[in-house]
């Protein structure tokens, strides 16, 4: 039987660092956020309100905090892969790490794939995808799906990073920085094709990597950490080619988003600087019994609140245009006006989305069973390639075969899910199903 959220927060050890499930609940919350407000759907079709305002990109900086969550991954990995070696007592433990890890990401994110797949045929072979908002939905109710995708990577590459962080440092973090400066240069200076990409490496690992460095401790400057970062995403927006909105938008040249740029890492950084200020006056604020049991509760459905946030989205605009009702011209005062309301209506049905769907993010007892490493990297690896790669192709083409380019390859939908589901049966197999029998 799955704790209560009351049980689990009364359960709590004195030791836990409450900070940062607050941080991985607001970061997740930020980004559910973004797309309710930025979303200039109309009886045209759907645009994106900081393309139509650009002056409103700057909001950017505060509400693009995807590099938030992926720092607080950072620390837990390197907490969860210390406690499992420590108790595995010399015995591998990399399949049971990746294993624990990803159960809990994969399985809501399949499902919700399969659920959008099964829908988007029944949409395609009714003739029904034609319309501008029922196109959109197919192509972009999967673009979340990237960072899934990204922290997969992270998990498989967690232990050898998490070695070189042990060895060097904060050198090892100056050393991923240092090869997405060197990526950029290549980039824009040289127009070397394809090395853009490997920023999705990069650049998001050494976010990561500073989620290991606060996780021994070592951020004790926080400060200097969020003006060195602030002061070098003003100087490369400032300087150029790199865009001053933090999220990607429809058209553009250069997206300090996919792939990443060293602005967004400079982003990055200064968000982690920021939110280590504020860990001391939050502390406080946790200890209070009733703010901790929300955390806790916002923790067990944060992962299925975010896959199905969109979809929720969707469907208010959906009933809207059902109802006959006028979409005002986006960013006009009537559009404004509409916000609030579409906001909770999208809140409302995201609730009703999650209360259906959460049982597939409970977790459940995995332990520390040792079992096929290179089974288990191979699993993640043709996971996060399946979900990357759908991120990008959507569901809008299933029946004519529509293709998008992972990297330099060409991937399809069916290609794309097949892959995903591979990974994810590998991953579950990687590790002994063996019991143990307890004697007396």
Known sequence: MTASARELADATPATRDRYVDLLRVASLGTVVL????????????????LALVPRLQVLTWGLQVMPVFFFVGGFSHAL???????????RPVYAAFL?????????????????????ALTVQLAGADRGPLAGAALRMVTQPLWFIGIYLAMVALTPPLLRAHARWGWAAFAALAGAAALVDVLRFALHVPYAEFLNFAFVWL???????????????????????????????????PYPLSMVGMPGEKVSNMA???????????????AVQLLARPAAALLDRPRVWRGVVAANGVAMTAFLWHLTAMLGVYAAQL?????????ATAAWWAQVPV????????????????????????????????????????LSLLGILGLSMTGLGGLLEGHTATLVALPVTAPAAIGMALAGAWLVERSVSARRVRLRG
């Open 34 to 49: 973004g797309p309710w407000l930025m979303a200039a759907v109309s009886a045209d079709g759907m645009g994106n309100l």
């Open 80 to 90: 969860s892969y210390r406690s499992l070696e420590r108790r595995a007592a010399g």
């Open 99 to 119: 294993r624990a890890r990803l159960r809990r990401l994969l399985r809501p994110t399949l499902v919700f794939v399969l659920v959008w797949a099964a829908l």
């Open 206 to 240: 050494a976010v990561h990597q500073l989620g290991f460095l606060r996780a021994d401790g070592r951020i004790r400057r926080p400060a200097l950490l969020g003006a060195a970062g602030l002061a070098g995403a003003v100087l490369l927006v400032a300087a150029g």
């Open 259 to 273: 792939p990443p740029t060293l602005a967004l890492l400079c982003h990055g950084m200064w968000l982690v600087g």
């Open 322 to 330: 059902a109802l006959g009702l006028a979409l005002p011209r986006p």
């Open 342 to 381: 579409r906001i909770l209506l999208a809140a409302a049905l995201t609730a009703l989305l999650v209360a259906g769907f959460r049982r597939f993010e409970s977790p459940s007892p995995t332990g520390d069973t040792p079992g096929s490493g290179p089974a288990a990297a191979l699993g993640t690896t």
